[in-house]
């Protein structure tokens, strides 16, 4: 019995981990822009609740890295995106804008530089677990917001 009850141990075990690994996936994208191939590192996650975030990096020469957070639920899309230089803050509005334009009204999106202090300022509001009906944001739209950040950036 000693041996089932460790099995029975390492199974519960196994499925918190692949639980975990279901509900984050990363990713990373190769990117053409004007100064090459660049590659975007995106993390699409399901949180607690009726939300889901990407979270979208690139380091360029010209901007630094470029950080993207968004947050997607039933409301619609909010997100910040920042840049680690001063002189990606006009790209960053720019690539904010492109956003706007495809999500219209649901979209609330800013541009700021700095970018320690946001992400680890939007991190730390993470949504309470109320609601067990985790898979409400379907993936697909998670991949359409990465899909269009990443138009939006080879726009701008």
Do not use: W
């Amino acid at each position: 019995t000693s041996i089932d009850l460790k099995t029975l141990s390492l199974c519960n075990k196994q499925i918190s981990v692949a639980k975990k690994c279901s509900m984050s996936e990363n990713y990373y994208v190769p990117c053409m822009t004007e100064e090459g191939i660049l590659t975007m590192s995106l993390t699409l996650k399901h949180d607690a609740g009726n939300v889901g975030t990407v979270t979208a990096k690139i380091n360029t020469e010209l901007t630094g890295e470029v950080t993207a957070h968004f947050k997607m639920d039933e409301k619609g899309l909010s997100g910040i995106i920042s840049s680690e230089k001063k002189e990606g803050l006009d790209f960053c509005i720019r690539i904010a804008g492109n956003m706007k334009e495809q999500y219209g009204s649901k979209a609330s999106i800013s541009a700021v530089t700095g970018i320690q202090n946001v992400i680890k300022d939007s991190e730390k509001g993470k949504i309470s677990k109320k609601s067990a009906d985790i898979n409400s944001i379907d993936t697909k739209e998670l991949y359409n917001v990465a899909k269009t950040f990443l138009i939006a950036f080879k726009k701008a």
